[in-house]
């Protein structure tokens, strides 16, 4: 499988790939507002592919994110990973608005799905795809895909910013143990 070196190669190794697009629609079908399926989804795949894994690394989870300031109930998250398992029950769906994760954060309300995605603890994490109305594949990247395709692991600008939350970080990469999966991973401190 040929390395990835831009935005336009993870769009072309999702529409390669099946089981993500199945996803992606699955998603679609919701007609949640600004909604996309990101983090682990994403990156993911892009570390398989620049370690030339030719099976998919398992997925703990499917983080779907959107943005509905209007209905903020953590019971509504629940509703649509109802909606999703009836749909797609063999995945383990994660559904979460991000017009309300700031409060969890202690921070301002966010202004939309990839401003959340933007506060997410790493920069190869703060990724999401979604389908457009044609059906085809969209990626949010709020602080680019560089450090994904280079295998870099390192803080968004939100948590360097913020020594007060760095211990996140740090304890997500412990926790996570990537490395173990993707040896060329390079992990960024902040000691």
Request: charged share 25%; net charge negative.
């Amino acid at each position: 499988m040929p390395k990835i070196h831009n935005e336009e190669d993870i769009i072309r190794v999702v529409k390669e790939d099946a089981w993500m697009m199945s996803i992606l629609a699955v998603v679609k079908e919701l007609a949640l507002p600004d909604s996309w399926v990101c983090a682990g989804f994403v990156r993911s795949k892009v570390w398989d592919v620049q370690h030339g894994f030719t099976a998919r690394t398992p997925l703990p989870d499917i983080d779907v994110i959107y943005y509905d300031p209007d209905d903020a109930r953590e019971e509504t998250e629940k509703i649509h990973e109802e909606r999703l398992r009836r749909l797609y029950p063999s995945a383990p769906w994660s559904v979460k608005n991000q017009a309300r994760m700031h409060k969890l954060n202690n921070l301002p309300p966010y202004s939309s799905a990839a401003d959340g995605m933007s506060k997410f603890p790493e920069t190869a994490t703060a990724l999401g795809l979604s389908l457009d109305s044609d059906g085809e594949v969209l990626l949010a990247a709020p602080h680019g895909v560089h450090d994904v395709i280079h295998l870099k692991l390192r803080p968004t600008p939100h948590f360097k910013a913020n020594p007060q939350i760095r211990y996140i970080y740090e304890k997500r990469i412990a926790a996570k143990n990537w490395q173990a999966v993707w040896p060329g991973l390079t992990v960024t401190s902040f000691h």
